[in-house]
């Protein structure tokens, strides 16, 4: 079915994608992207450093790093939209800036209180800077052969933040926690630099959906501190029922007032696309695996055998290296298959290695398990630059952004969900060997769904 643009004309300030400097514009989305993603990784290792400087119990020390998924998650969508109406260099400018600043008072941060306030904050200019990363590629390379190249490269900004961060983190807790935070000055001042030299991006001006907005917000915020919960309360808890019962009822407001009201904040015609409703489930599955297994196998690796959270960061670091070796070659290996073949290997290497986790006895090495996570990690490469491109071909330029926070909230609920969900299962009476073996079965299940959906992104950029 036809995806219908909007009727609203951008109002180009500079034509995207004739950007003399290209380079430049990949460069600062790839930083941004790198950022954003070691923030989401490097925190947990030094958590215990943390809590010796700051104090606080376990609740507090997961505030600190929930704090940051929540905003992320609860504001993507908005900031989707922000960025078609303000443009998207403006926007990732403004993000960038918020979170740079953030990061600066995370590690000035007196008490635990300040630091959990600051990581809400250092959330929300995440929540704008993802978006509008992707939003700069599609504008600096309208070629569909070059942005693929270019998504691929993107990728790899945030597989190199996911193999470094447990690593990274270590190495500069040693010598103070608050550097795990400072990092972000020198990267994000790079980044202003180079997204100086790139083009004023399209606008979209239209009037601002007030309702959608709220309701956005309300939905995504409720859903994401009502999973956020749940790994520690359990589903049935009175503050996870209500939590998840507002957000279901916001989104619910929210896809009503997108069909009633004359400007959308996310129009409800860009899901006449198969290949963005697919794309967005792709995104979900991905990342319940991607997410949820490092979750699992963190707390496998350090309370069933012991390892110090360094080790365990080091345990994960041949899935994590492969992912990131194998991302400059993504873009190749779709030219020469085709976009879908490689989302299909990647979602059934997940699968793979899921059930390979889930057979192998309790007593298994740690090393055994390190090499059965690497299919997992191979999954990112193959799985994330075709899914992305192919989204950003079937998408109108003008509402880039918005198609961009609706594929980052699926995968950030995603990822909340399998922590929310596993953390409940190893949880259970049953034991953690019981519940991870359940765990890796969903997670597989998940991912082959969606590899049979998959192909049904094979379809021609005007459906």
């Not at 979170?99 to 000035?108: P, T």
């Not at 919960?229 to 998840?244: K, N, R, Y």
């Not at 690497?374 to 490469?381: F, S, T």
Request: with cysteine; aromatic share 6%; proline share 7%.
């Amino acid at each position: 079915m036809p995806l219908t643009v909007s009727s609203h004309r951008s109002s180009e300030t500079g034509a995207p994608g004739t950007s003399r400097h290209p380079t430049a514009t990949l460069a600062a989305a790839v930083l941004g992207f790198f950022m954003i993603t070691l923030d989401a990784t490097i925190v947990n290792v030094a958590l215990p450093s943390i809590r010796d400087a700051l104090g606080g119990g376990i609740t507090g020390l997961e505030w600190v790093v929930d704090a940051y998924t929540l905003m992320f998650a609860a504001l993507l969508l908005s900031a989707g939209s922000l960025s078609d109406r303000i443009g998207a260099r403006r926007a990732f400018a403004g993000g960038l800036i918020l979170f740079v600043a953030a990061s600066v008072v995370c590690g000035l941060a007196p008490s635990l209180p300040v630091l959990i306030a600051a990581r809400l904050v250092q959330g929300i200019g995440a929540a704008v800077t993802m978006p509008t990363s992707m939003a700069l590629v599609r504008q600096a390379f309208p070629d569909p052969a070059r942005r693929a190249r270019a998504v691929g490269v993107w990728a790899m900004g945030g597989a190199v933040a996911a193999a470094a961060g447990p690593v990274l983190g270590g190495v500069l807790t040693l010598v103070s926690w608050r550097m795990i935070f400072w990092i972000n000055l020198p990267v994000g001042v790079i980044t202003l630099l180079l997204l100086a030299r790139t083009p004023h991006s399209p606008t979209r001006p239209s009037p601002f959906d007030w309702i959608g907005q709220s309701t956005a917000i309300l939905a995504m915020g409720g859903l994401t501190f009502g999973t956020i919960e749940a790994g520690d309360a359990g589903f049935t808890s009175p503050q996870v029922v209500v939590s998840l019962g507002i957000g279901v009822v916001a989104l619910a407001a929210f896809v009503t007032a997108q069909t009633k009201v004359s400007h959308p904040m996310v129009p409800l015609a860009l899901f006449r696309s198969t290949v963005v409703v697919v794309a967005t489930g792709i995104g979900f599955a991905f990342m319940v695996g991607f997410y949820g297994l490092p979750f699992l196998f963190s707390l496998y690796f350090q309370q069933q055998h012991g390892l110090s959270a360094l080790g365990a960061g080091i345990a994960f670091l041949p899935m994590m290296l492969v992912s990131a070796c194998l991302t400059p070659f993504s873009a190749r290996i779709a030219e020469r298959t085709g976009p879908v073949v490689p989302v299909i290997a990647g979602l059934v290497l997940i699968a793979a290695g899921s059930i390979a986790l889930a057979a192998v006895p309790a007593s298994v090495p740690v090393w055994a398990s390190a090499l059965l996570l690497v299919p997992v990690g191979l999954a990112g490469p193959l799985v994330m630059p075709p899914t992305t491109a192919l989204l950003l071909e079937h998408v109108p330029a003008e509402q880039t952004g918005t198609a961009g926070g609706v594929f980052n909230t699926s995968r950030q609920v995603g990822g909340a969900l399998a922590v929310a969900v596993f953390g409940a299962l190893i949880s259970t009476p049953a034991g953690f060997q019981q519940g991870l073996r359940i765990s890796l079965a969903l997670a597989a299940g998940i991912a082959l769904l969606a590899a049979l959906a998959a192909p049904r992104m094979a379809a021609r950029p005007s459906e």
